[in-house]
């Protein structure tokens, strides 16, 4: 399927010069959202997947239906601060400060299979972190998996060798 003929495209948002990808069309029609997810699916049995981990907020409406799909668990990672448990957190850098993810202690299982999943993959940033959480907690992340991917942003650099999934590559 060609899932890029449901993105929409948003020139100059948040500000001028960016082209703010939209995953809101996709998301809206059923079929085309569930063969994202059914696709996705396919690289996580490929890389034996135990558990889906998602950062927060838009990895949940691509993890959370992806480990339904799968009969597996998900791990939301979410943004400092949100979860009620004991949890570990990890600081990164935006565009303009600073932010934290965060995970409860025990989320992962040592030596589970993990793949992260999440709508982008831009300058690696939020899905760095997200290894490094998972990886503190002793997990091993098998793969990364993303509707979108903005490949002139390199974020694949930042994950090293991890097999990368992505549906749709600008």
């Known amino acids: 399927m060609d899932f890029k ?3 929409r495209v948003i020139p100059d948002f948040p500000q001028p010069g960016i082209r703010f990808k939209d995953i809101t069309t996709l998301l809206k029609d059923g ?5 994202a997810i059914e696709e996705l699916a396919v690289f996580a049995r490929e ?6 981990a ?6 949940f409406v691509v993890g959370a239906p992806l480990s339904y799909e799968m009969s597996i668990g998900f791990v939301p990672i979410r943004k400092s601060g949100k979860l009620p448990y004991e949890s570990i957190k990890a600081d990164y850098d935006l565009e ?13 299982v040592p030596g589970q299979r993990v793949l992260i999943a999440d709508d982008l993959l831009a300058t690696g940033g939020t899905i760095e972190t997200t ?7 002793g997990g091993k992340v098998v793969g990364a998996a993303f ?5 002139y942003l390199d974020g694949r650099k930042k994950i090293g060798d991890i097999p990368v999934k992505s549906l749709v590559q600008y």
């Open 31 to 35: 079929p085309a959202y569930r063969a």
């Open 54 to 59: 998602g950062p927060e907020a838009r990895g």
């Open 5 to 7: 003929q449901y993105i």
């Open 131 to 137: 290894i490094n959480l998972i990886e503190q907690l």
């Open 147 to 151: 509707f979108i991917e903005l490949s």
């Open 96 to 108: 303009y400060g600073k932010d934290a993810l965060a995970v409860h202690v025990d989320a992962i």
């Open 47 to 52: 890389v034996q997947a135990d558990v889906i």
